[in-house]
């Protein structure tokens, strides 16, 4: 290169550097700027129709190749300074800043995809993108303040506002930022792009490198490679994030590893802070092994509480670790929730309704988030699914219809629930159209859907189980009459039944509110019994109904509502999980043991409905437990114990 080309390389380089570089990132960033404080003041104004990306100066820093030529670029940027580096992983807790390993959140939240964009929670992406972040209270605004900049996004919101010398534009994202878990989670990819930032992403590895200076291919495979070994190991898991991994991931190995390393961190320290948390987890880790005192875990979660630990989360923690040290090798548990109901009731959009209360949650889990100790430890969790996920509007002539949106079929598998029934007097609220759309998204989501002459046929640890479903309700689609239905039911039992095989019966009749069965059920459920069913729970009452045990074998005549949207009250809120555990004995499916969990519809703790069932303990448990033992004196072969997990605080 002859020394003019290298004179005009090197101007060139300088040039870059000066428009490339800008200050590394850093969580004490400066104080709301004067605009901000306006905008905090008076909500700006919406343009008519918001552009899809920013300008070009929001973009990131100036694009090499426009200053130097697209193939000078490349070997430039290899040679440029890209400031700090955020690097993590989809799916993985932790998280790369300029080469230090951290955790995202202390309750093991991670990044996910959302409508095609990467979502992490608002105050890790501030402090690590070097902006202040600032937010107002009931969830409006949230603002982000870097170099001068202030980009401000809401809860719910796809519009994303950019202030800068006093001047403001609104502009379109593809997701809006959400609650989930607790934490509100952000597009990052907007967010960076518009505080001047540059994003990458490797589809293989599920890498997203944010950077201060655009990187080079070579540089974004390096940081793709390293983001692809960081470690999802939790760093430093304090007994607050031991507890929330138990409760909701289960208490399997990897959360009494998680348990144990956080024991590990207290184990010398005399605080009495800490020997009340030692002797939580230490607790804890013995439930996990079937060594369970009533009486040891109440003092362990009263001692820990005054240190403030949440008392209904050490209540699941030890709820899911209760389940673990009763799971016998190469048994089947299988858990029974009633009806469940997402959508608008009639088509309303009340501010009350469960697409209502479910936008403003922000994810997909949240009807199930508070039950997660029992269906994330158990092999098949089944709910009655009643109503409809479809953009069909022409509904049937009756007094109620339920329509969700295909999305909510996502709802399922975030909380853990394999298998649906819809075999159900709402499967057909709008017509075979919306019955044929709800298959289909329910599949789509990998859900298990049973119903008339449709069972599913599953083998779980060497059991076969199958699953029937059939309905006896008017207003359904499905053939109804009281010989039709004993006769193809018992034909499905007879077709299906083998000794290998758990085959429950799963079905919709009885009278709404009463609770108590009428003769027909009682018959009806009996005959399946009688022709081999390993059990029969019944569903559509919305009330409990008693449970008996029939010739060895039980039968729940109305398990009642769950996370019911069907009703924005609450005014009977008692229901139930029913769990059941199975095991091969003399080349026979056996069962080993019947089990409830006592559960209130919402966790409100009033009359309103949230639609997020919770599970309850001490007097409020054992009330529901009463209750139920009293409808069972009605019965014929009605039970005279239950089994249940209770602790009294």
Same mark, same amino acid.
């Given at each position: 290169?002859?020394?003019?080309?290298?004179?005009?390389?090197?101007?060139?380089?300088?040039?870059?550097?000066?428009?490339?570089?800008?200050?590394?990132?850093?969580?004490?960033?400066?104080?709301?700027?004067?605009?901000?404080?306006?905008?905090?003041?008076?909500?700006?104004?919406?343009?008519?129709?918001?552009?899809?990306?920013?300008?070009?100066?929001?973009?990131?820093?100036?694009?090499?190749?426009?200053?130097?030529?697209?193939?000078?670029?490349?070997?430039?940027?290899?040679?440029?300074?890209?400031?700090?580096?955020?690097?993590?992983?989809?799916?993985?807790?932790?998280?790369?800043?300029?080469?230090?390993?951290?955790?995202?959140?202390?309750?093991?939240?991670?990044?996910?995809?959302?409508?095609?964009?990467?979502?992490?929670?608002?105050?890790?992406?501030?402090?690590?993108?070097?902006?202040?972040?600032?937010?107002?209270?009931?969830?409006?605004?949230?603002?982000?303040?870097?170099?001068?900049?202030?980009?401000?996004?809401?809860?719910?919101?796809?519009?994303?506002?950019?202030?800068?010398?006093? =001047?403001? &534009?609104?502009?379109?994202?593809? !997701? $809006?930022?959400?609650? %989930? #878990?607790?934490?509100?989670?952000?597009? +990052?990819?907007?967010?960076?792009?518009?505080?001047?930032?540059?994003?990458?992403?490797?589809?293989?590895?599920?890498?997203?490198?944010?950077?201060?200076?655009?990187?080079?291919?070579?540089?974004?495979?390096?940081?793709?490679?390293?983001?692809?070994?960081?470690?999802?190991?939790?760093?430093?898991?304090?007994?607050?994030?031991?507890?929330?991994?138990?409760?909701?991931?289960?208490?399997?190995?990897?959360?009494?590893?998680?348990? =144990?390393? &956080?024991?590990?961190?207290?184990? !010398? $320290?005399?605080?009495? %802070? #800490?020997?009340?948390?030692?002797?939580? +987890?230490?607790?804890?880790?013995?439930?996990?092994?079937?060594?369970?005192?009533?009486?040891?875990?109440?003092?362990?979660?009263?001692?820990?509480?005054?240190?403030?630990?949440?008392?209904?989360?050490?209540?699941?923690?030890?709820?899911?670790?209760?389940?673990?040290?009763?799971?016998?090798?190469?048994?089947?548990?299988?858990?029974?929730?009633?009806?469940?109901?997402?959508?608008?009731?009639?088509?309303?959009?009340?501010?009350?309704?469960?697409?209502?209360?479910?936008?403003?949650?922000?994810?997909?889990?949240?009807?199930?988030?508070?039950?997660?100790?029992?269906?994330?430890?158990?092999?098949?969790?089944?709910?009655?699914?009643?109503?409809?996920?479809?953009?069909?509007?022409?509904?049937?002539?009756?007094?109620?219809?339920?329509?969700?949106?295909?999305?909510?079929?996502?709802?399922?598998?975030?909380?853990?629930?394999?298998?649906?029934?819809?075999?159900?007097?709402?499967?057909?609220?709008?017509?075979?159209?919306?019955?044929?759309?709800?298959?289909?998204?329910?599949?789509?989501?990998?859900?298990?859907?049973?119903?008339?002459?449709?069972?599913?046929?599953?083998?779980?640890?060497?059991?076969?189980?199958?699953?029937?479903?059939?309905?006896?309700?008017?207003?359904?689609?499905?053939?109804?009459?009281?010989?039709?239905?004993?006769?193809?039911?018992?034909?499905?039992?007879?077709?299906?039944?083998?000794?290998?095989?758990?085959?429950?019966?799963?079905?919709?009749?009885?009278?709404?509110?009463?609770?108590?069965?009428?003769?027909?059920?009682?018959?009806?459920?009996?005959?399946?019994?009688?022709?081999?069913?390993?059990?029969?729970?019944?569903?559509?009452?919305?009330?409990?109904?008693?449970?008996?045990?029939?010739?060895?074998?039980?039968?729940?005549?109305?398990?009642?509502?769950?996370?019911?949207?069907?009703?924005?009250?609450?005014?009977?809120?008692?229901?139930?999980?029913?769990?059941?555990?199975?095991?091969?004995?003399?080349?026979?499916?056996?069962?080993?043991?019947?089990?409830?969990?006592?559960?209130?519809?919402?966790?409100?703790?009033?009359?309103?409905?949230?639609?997020?069932?919770?599970?309850?303990?001490?007097?409020?448990?054992?009330?529901?437990?009463?209750?139920?033992?009293?409808?069972?004196?009605?019965?014929?072969?009605?039970?005279?114990?239950?089994?249940?997990?209770?602790?009294?605080?």
């Amino acid at each position: 290169m002859n020394s003019k080309l290298r004179l005009l390389s090197i101007t060139l380089a300088s040039v870059l550097i000066a428009l490339t570089l800008s200050p590394s990132f850093t969580s004490d960033a400066s104080e709301i700027p004067p605009e901000t404080s306006q905008i905090l003041a008076e909500a700006a104004s919406e343009p008519e129709a918001a552009p899809e990306n920013p300008p070009a100066t929001a973009q990131g820093l100036s694009d090499p190749a426009a200053v130097v030529g697209a193939e000078a670029a490349e070997t430039l940027l290899e040679t440029t300074s890209v400031g700090s580096v955020l690097i993590l992983r989809i799916g993985c807790r932790n998280a790369l800043v300029n080469n230090k390993l951290t955790y995202i959140h202390q309750n093991g939240s991670v990044p996910y995809i959302q409508d095609g964009r990467t979502m992490l929670p608002f105050r890790f992406v501030g402090q690590n993108l070097g902006a202040a972040v600032r937010w107002t209270a009931n969830n409006k605004p949230i603002y982000f303040i870097r170099n001068g900049v202030t980009v401000s996004l809401q809860i719910g919101s796809t519009l994303i506002k950019r202030t800068e010398n006093q =001047k403001t &534009a609104t502009y379109k994202m593809d !997701t $809006s930022p959400v609650l %989930k #878990d607790g934490l509100t989670m952000v597009p +990052l990819r907007a967010l960076s792009s518009h505080l001047g930032l540059y994003v990458s992403y490797d589809e293989t590895t599920k890498v997203v490198v944010v950077s201060e200076g655009k990187l080079s291919s070579k540089q974004k495979q390096k940081y793709f490679k390293q983001g692809k070994g960081i470690s999802s190991q939790n760093l430093t898991p304090s007994t607050s994030d031991a507890l929330h991994e138990v409760a909701n991931q289960g208490a399997g190995p990897a959360s009494q590893k998680t348990v =144990k390393r &956080a024991l590990s961190l207290i184990e !010398t $320290s005399k605080a009495a %802070k #800490d020997t009340a948390y030692r002797a939580l +987890l230490e607790e804890i880790l013995r439930y996990c092994d079937g060594k369970q005192t009533r009486s040891r875990a109440e003092t362990a979660i009263r001692d820990a509480a005054k240190h403030g630990i949440d008392k209904n989360l050490a209540l699941r923690a030890f709820s899911a670790a209760y389940e673990r040290g009763h799971k016998t090798e190469n048994s089947v548990t299988l858990s029974f929730a009633g009806d469940c109901t997402f959508g608008h009731l009639n088509e309303s959009r009340s501010s009350t309704g469960f697409p209502a209360v479910f936008a403003r949650a922000g994810y997909d889990a949240y009807p199930f988030a508070l039950v997660r100790p029992w269906f994330y430890s158990d092999d098949l969790t089944v709910i009655n699914f009643e109503g409809t996920l479809t953009t069909s509007t022409r509904q049937a002539n009756k007094q109620f219809r339920f329509r969700g949106p295909p999305s909510y079929a996502k709802i399922l598998p975030a909380g853990s629930v394999e298998t649906a029934t819809v075999a159900n007097n709402h499967s057909y609220d709008y017509y075979q159209v919306g019955f044929t759309d709800t298959l289909r998204h329910l599949r789509d989501q990998k859900v298990g859907v049973f119903y008339q002459d449709n069972p599913v046929v599953q083998t779980i640890n060497g059991i076969r189980v199958v699953l029937i479903g059939d309905n006896n309700v008017t207003g359904s689609g499905f053939s109804l009459g009281a010989p039709a239905i004993k006769e193809r039911v018992n034909a499905q039992i007879k077709k299906y039944k083998r000794s290998d095989t758990v085959l429950i019966v799963v079905m919709h009749a009885g009278v709404e509110r009463a609770s108590a069965p009428n003769g027909f059920q009682t018959s009806l459920y009996r005959s399946f019994i009688d022709n081999g069913a390993d059990m029969v729970v019944g569903h559509h009452p919305h009330v409990l109904q008693g449970i008996e045990q029939y010739k060895g074998k039980y039968i729940a005549y109305s398990l009642g509502n769950f996370a019911f949207g069907g009703n924005s009250g609450a005014k009977v809120p008692d229901t139930l999980i029913l769990r059941a555990s199975f095991v091969m004995k003399n080349n026979d499916a056996v069962l080993e043991r019947a089990w409830i969990v006592p559960c209130k519809i919402t966790s409100t703790g009033t009359s309103s409905n949230n639609y997020q069932p919770m599970p309850v303990y001490g007097e409020s448990g054992r009330a529901i437990v009463d209750k139920l033992l009293g409808y069972n004196k009605r019965l014929s072969y009605g039970a005279t114990s239950l089994d249940y997990f209770n602790l009294y605080l």
